[in-house]
């Protein structure tokens, strides 16, 4: 990669000409040191045949060590001023590179298609919307085989934890449905400004090749939902509103095979699975 890559002083020098102060609301921490740049590119597995979607590109960072390796950058950006100085980055850094990027201005959550067929999903994501944004890609992009994203730790960890975890949760069991998450680094907060007051980590999720299980989300996530509402309640305590009664939960749970004093944090995917596959057979 080359040292074609935006540094500390151009980044505020950018800000500063936008007359951007970076807001927590849309999460903008924006990625100041090349190295790391070059390590996301590197570990995100990119090569010439990937058409990369990246979310929230804030100064361009991110996209112009993406554009040097990919064979094309899908950019969505929120905030209009990043989307129509996004273009005019790329060109005064390295020209070469401006016909392989596209910049979609539009809210992420809000994205039902794009330009072209995406591989890959490569961000450095604001905190806030970590999770909605994963999981409603993995949705509505089928064809996208990996998400490698720069996420706060605390988020990181719930994507890749694992039953019995004291953060397994909602976001644990919702990804597993469509992929394998695995904690890949930890980022240091230095590496952005301002700097945030959360650690980072990067996160890879790779989809299952059997992505599109027999299962629907509709009938799976709020099985979810309930049993991680009130997690101290057993998985008979916390689903039954949701099958209308003990008596119909209690049918349910011993069809799946699931003890019903278990609490939702006890419960791999494959119990989630076989609730949903079980509340079919007793409807």
């Known amino acids: 990669m080359s ?3 935006l540094g500390a ?6 800000a500063s000409e936008l007359d951007l102060i970076p807001t927590k609301k849309l999460g903008q921490n924006f990625v100041i040191d090349p190295n790391t740049v070059r390590r996301i590119v590197d570990l995100a597995q990119i090569d010439s045949n990937d058409v990369v979607v990246e979310i929230g590109p804030g100064l361009g960072s991110l996209t ?11 950019a969505v950006e ?18 070469e590179l401006l016909p392989k990027l596209t910049v979609v201005n539009q809210d992420a959550l809000q994205v ?11 961000a450095n994501l604001p905190y806030n919307i970590s999770v909605p944004v994963i999981l409603h890609f993995l949705d509505k992009f089928p064809d996208l085989s990996q998400i490698f994203v720069m996420v706060q730790a605390e988020v990181g960890e719930r994507l890749a934890a694992a039953a019995g975890s004291k953060v397994y949760g909602v976001p644990s069991v919702k990804a597993r449905y469509y992929a394998e998450a695995k904690l890949v680094a930890n980022i240091s907060r230095q590496i952005f400004w301002p700097v ?3 650690d980072s980590v990067l996160v890879r999720l790779v989809r299952h090749e059997n992505s599109g299980t027999a299962i629907s989300k509709t009938e799976l996530f709020p099985i979810i939902d309930g049993a991680f509402s009130q997690r101290r309640k057993t998985l008979r305590s916390a689903l039954s509103n949701h099958f209308g009664g003990t008596e119909q939960v209690e049918r349910v749970l011993r069809l799946a095979n699931i003890d019903p004093k278990l609490r939702g944090e006890q419960l791999d995917y494959s119990g989630f699975l076989a ?9």
């Open 3 to 5: 040292d074609n890559l």
């Open 64 to 74: 112009l060590g993406l554009l040097e390796s990919a064979k094309s950058v899908i």
């Open 275 to 283: 609730i949903a596959m079980a509340a079919r057979e007793v409807k």
């Open 112 to 122: 039902s298609e794009l330009p072209s067929l995406a591989t890959k999903l490569v």
């Open 78 to 95: 929120i905030d209009a001023r990043l989307a129509d100085q996004l273009s005019r980055t790329v060109a005064g850094i390295n020209p």
């Open 196 to 198: 945030p007051n959360v």
């Open 9 to 14: 002083a151009q980044i505020r020098k950018l």
